[in-house]
């Protein structure tokens, strides 16, 4: 059984900080494109960021570009989401996924496993 975790979550001001974190409970992560998406309230579920299986090559948002940046320890089966410069707008539940041999692409329905989600919330 795959468990997708994510931590890091809470309430920082704008123009704040924050560090979010991924764990997959996965025999190999290096076999695993991971994603970041979100979903504030009232809206779809939105890419936020993705990266491929090696660490090479990442992908994000317009919104985020600039601001955010994924990472990954493949060592330590973990993928972090750092983000600065935050908006009221980031507020949202954010999202964990992975994709077994993905190429970390933007389109939710390729990845196979999700986390439950941590909250980010962003005070104006």
């Known amino acids: 059984q795959v468990q997708v975790v994510e931590s890091g979550g809470g309430l920082v001001q704008a123009g704040g900080s924050l560090t979010l974190s991924c764990a997959a409970s996965?025999?190999?992560?290096?076999?695993?494109?991971m994603g970041w998406f979100r979903q504030a309230p009232g809206k779809e579920r939105e890419f936020v960021a993705a990266i491929n299986r090696s660490g090479s090559r990442s992908n994000y948002a317009d919104s985020v570009k600039g601001r955010f940046t994924i990472s990954r320890d493949n060592a330590k089966n973990t993928v972090y989401l750092q983000m600065n410069s935050l908006k009221f707008e980031d507020t949202a539940v954010y999202y964990c996924?992975?994709?077994?041999w993905g190429m970390g692409s933007g389109e939710e329905s390729v990845y196979d496993y999700w986390g439950q989600g941590t909250q980010v919330t962003v005070s104006s």
């Open positions: 996965v025999r190999t992560f290096s076999s695993y494109a």
């Open positions: 996924a992975a994709e077994l």
